[in-house]
């Protein structure tokens, strides 16, 4: 999976200000229906929601990788957000986080749900690129650095 065909300036934002898993995850439902306004936020937020109920999906050192399968897509779609504090979220090192990195994937493709899971969990395992995405001041430098 080509981490840069599944993200996009529309779907990011830096330094959100959020003090809850509850509103980012609400944040991240709002950037999704954004660009496909067939989507109902709603929908986008309950599945983001009930994944995270199964099990944190803080991945450790401040990243957070929140998924959910969504009726209405046909493509692996991501959502980037960094808030401007970190945030609890009861991740597997218990280190609050401030990179979210939500991927919402077709119902019916479970196999690309798990390659983008890998790949961005390898693209977010390089130490360079989480610096180049936590001191990014725009945007811009987010998928600058992902790319």
């Known amino acids: 999976m ?13 330094s959100v200000e ?11 439902s709002e950037l999704a229906i954004k660009q496909n306004p067939s989507l109902n936020q709603v929908d986008v937020l309950n599945s983001l929601l009930c994944r995270e109920r ?10 957070a990788i929140p998924h959910g399968r969504i009726d209405g897509i046909s493509n692996v779609t991501a959502i980037i957000v960094t808030s401007d504090h970190a945030i609890d979220f009861d991740a597997i090192d218990n280190q609050p986080v401030d990179i ?14 798990l390659r983008a899971l890998a ?24 998928v600058a650095a992902l790319a």
């Open 54 to 63: 199964m099990g944190s999906t803080g991945i450790g050192n401040g990243i």
């Open 100 to 113: 979210f990195f939500a991927l919402l994937v077709p119902k019916e493709q479970a196999e690309s749900h």
């Open 18 to 28: 959020c003090h809850s898993k509850k509103k980012i995850f609400e944040i991240i």
């Open 119 to 142: 790949g961005i969990a390898k693209k977010l395992s390089n130490k360079d690129i989480v610096k180049a995405i936590r001191n990014a001041e725009n945007k811009n430098e987010i």
């Open 2 to 14: 080509i981490i840069s065909d599944i993200i996009s300036l529309d779907r990011t934002q830096c």
